[in-house]
């Protein structure tokens, strides 16, 4: 055969094999989300979402993909994450395979947008927007916690320190009940120090907005406390207090950013003051995943709505460090220092722990 016919067929043949690569690249690419749960997780997690069918070898519970708070609570790198690298990745069973190799991109989102759409009810918020929990601003997305938070504040004539034990429990799609317990040691420069109960805490918040696509939520919240402190020992208010509140978090890339706007109405104006109060969390998360370092800045701002009262303004850093894997339990320390107007105290320090209980056992880290 001559020498330019072999160079011809050759070619052909290469010509050949690139559009046979091109056309298992496109089919490939055309495969839908429900096209690739079925091939990879149907056999496992079931063809209805609720997983381990009849028959399977699967000894470990399996998520049901239909509960929409279990469809739609988690971080799309979480899921990515899990996808890619196997359940090991996020402290689960190691029963949950790695598909790194042989999913792309592309179609780790289509199947995880096909995961989110077992939840039929399209009002549930993604937990792309459940951004990390400031110390001391209020967060907007719903949860399911349960939150044990220190505080300790030293001002010119007293030294107190805080306990709080909170419980948070969403309700529907958009709803979230708390209860809190607060027990407090103060401790005068003149007299004895005291401890006991503070002021019963209650709130419910409902979320008004929740936009993945721009990364923003807007929730407002309705706070109050029952006077179960007792006040001749410095602690509690002496009366009931209703708190409206709005709340918002916005994300830009790894910075993210969270507001708190509150009125405070006691019913008893001549025992607490009636005030507004304004926080701001700036923080930037470390990495993609919940279980990422998070720093943080908050500033806060406390104006009494008394005409002769000049407001009050903090400023400090935190950091929030999650504990396992998955990022369901973590802690958080930080501190704050008057930097404007009144001075609320010299300089306080807090700290919390959080564990979400529906992702697992504060255990599994």
Request: a negative charge; proline letters at 7%; glycine letters at 10%.
């Amino acid at each position: 055969m001559p020498y330019t016919s072999i160079r011809r067929y050759l070619s052909s043949l290469a010509a050949l094999a690139l559009a046979l690569l091109g056309f298992c690249q496109a089919a490939r690419a055309s495969l839908s989300g429900a096209e690739i749960y079925k091939d990879a997780c149907a056999s496992c997690h079931g063809a209805d979402g609720r997983g381990s069918p009849e028959g399977s070898a699967i000894t470990t519970p399996l998520p049901d993909f239909t509960d929409c708070v279990t469809a739609t609570a988690e971080t799309t790198a979480n899921w990515k994450g899990l996808i890619r690298h196997g359940g090991k990745f996020l402290g689960m069973s190691d029963q949950m395979p790695a598909f790194g190799d042989s999913l792309g991109d592309d179609e780790i989102r289509a199947v995880i947008a096909y995961v989110h759409a077992f939840c039929k009810d399209p009002r549930y918020p993604l937990g792309d927007l459940n951004f990390p929990r400031p110390l001391f601003v209020e967060k907007a997305f719903p949860e399911d916690e349960i939150v044990l938070s220190f505080d300790y504040e030293s001002a010119p004539d007293t030294r107190t320190a805080s306990w709080e034990a909170a419980v948070e429990k969403r309700i529907g799609a958009r709803g979230q009940v708390e209860v809190s317990l607060p027990v407090s040691w103060v401790q005068p420069d003149q007299g004895s120090s005291a401890a006991g109960v503070g002021d019963l805490g209650l709130s419910y918040k409902h979320v008004l907005l929740a936009d993945p696509a721009w990364n923003s939520i807007v929730t407002a919240r309705l706070a109050m406390t029952l006077p179960s402190g007792k006040t001749t020992d410095g602690i509690g208010s002496g009366t009931a207090v209703f708190a409206p509140q709005l709340l918002a978090g916005q994300a830009l890339g790894p910075f993210i950013l969270q507001a708190e706007i509150a009125a405070e109405v006691p019913v008893d104006a001549d025992k607490a003051d009636r005030q507004m109060f304004y926080g701001f969390a700036f923080q930037h998360r470390l990495g993609p995943y919940k279980k990422s370092l998070v720093v943080e800045l908050e500033l806060q701002q406390t104006q009494s709505l008394a005409s002769d009262v000049r407001a009050g303004t903090v400023l400090g850093p935190g950091l929030y460090v999650p504990l396992s894997r998955r990022g369901h339990v973590a802690v958080s320390a930080g501190a704050q220092f008057p930097v404007a107007g009144t001075r609320p105290y010299d300089w306080l320090v807090g700290s919390f722990l959080l564990w979400d209980f529906t992702d697992g056992p504060i255990w599994a880290w």
